[in-house]
């Protein structure tokens, strides 16, 4: 079930959640660039059988909410929206315990909203998986530089993301599936790349801060979008963090990999999450 729910911005957000009655727990979605939450149905599901209730939304210029394909900015702006989401999660589940879990582009914002989001306390934990710290294959530095120029001058100008749906995750669950999604698109703007990657290097510097609330922090081996090297090398260093490989598994862990399809990776989501 969605609806729609405008953010101090004046955005139009398509909202969603999986409700259950008494439920132990609820998770907060943020989802990655070019696709929607409705991605993120079947993880829904199994969180539901265990009591979880489940909300998310379509970032701002992705799936059903308002704005210009790919423009997930500015940063500020996004987060307020998550500011919006758990205020409207605490009304409608008071006293239930919150668990705020983002992939890829999703994992970028998320790690930034753990630290300096406006109710960054709020949520009991935090999931991250596959973020966006560094690419696999990085951009060449004068690309990295024109976009750092034209997000201030053509914030919205879009670019193509160019992700390979193989690389996703099990053939099964994404190969086909991806591609042929009416809501999923390639775009993203260069005020939401250099967002992006402004924050993804802080984090990896370790200029960025640190978060307070606990964090289970997940990666793939062979994930070749986001690097799994950058989110060791920031696990290594973030406090009150627990990081989990998945050796053979790709940038969508939750889709699994060549072999595998990701159910384990829910179920340790899902035992993380009945801790709180």
Not at 69 to 77: C, L
Not at 252 to 264: D, M, P, R, Y
């Amino acid at each position: 079930m969605y609806e729609n729910f405008k953010v101090p911005s004046n955005v139009s957000i398509a909202g969603y959640r999986w409700d259950v009655e008494n439920a132990k727990q609820v998770v907060c979605f943020i989802h990655g660039i070019g696709e929607h939450i409705g991605r993120y149905d079947r993880m829904a599901q199994m969180m539901n059988a265990e009591d979880i209730a489940v909300f998310g939304m379509d970032h701002r210029g992705h799936g059903l909410s308002e704005g210009t394909r790919g423009h997930a900015a500015p940063r500020a702006e996004v987060l307020q929206d998550i500011d919006t989401l758990l205020t409207i999660i605490e009304t409608e589940y008071p006293n239930v315990p919150i668990v705020v879990y983002g992939h890829s582009m999703g994992g970028n914002v998320t790690l930034d909203y753990r630290i300096r989001g406006r109710l960054a306390e709020v949520p009991a934990a935090y999931i991250v998986t596959g973020p966006w710290i560094k690419l696999y294959k990085p951009f060449p530095a004068p690309v990295v530089k024109l976009a750092k120029i034209l997000s201030k001058i053509r914030p919205e100008f879009k670019v193509t993301s160019a992700i390979d749906e193989s690389k996703l995750g099990h053939e099964s669950l994404v190969v086909g599936k991806y591609a042929s999604d009416p809501l999923v698109h390639d775009k993203i703007t260069t005020l939401c790349a250099s967002d992006c990657m402004a924050v993804g290097d802080s984090l990896y510097d370790g200029m960025h801060g640190q978060g307070k609330k606990p964090l289970l922090l997940m990666h793939g081996s062979e994930d070749m979008i986001c690097s799994v090297e950058a989110t060791r090398k920031y696990a290594g260093s973030a406090e009150n963090c627990e990081y989990i490989e998945w050796p053979g598994y790709y940038h969508e862990i939750h889709n699994g990999g060549a072999e595998a399809t990701g159910e384990e990776v829910i179920k340790t989501a899902i035992a993380y999450i009945k801790r709180f």
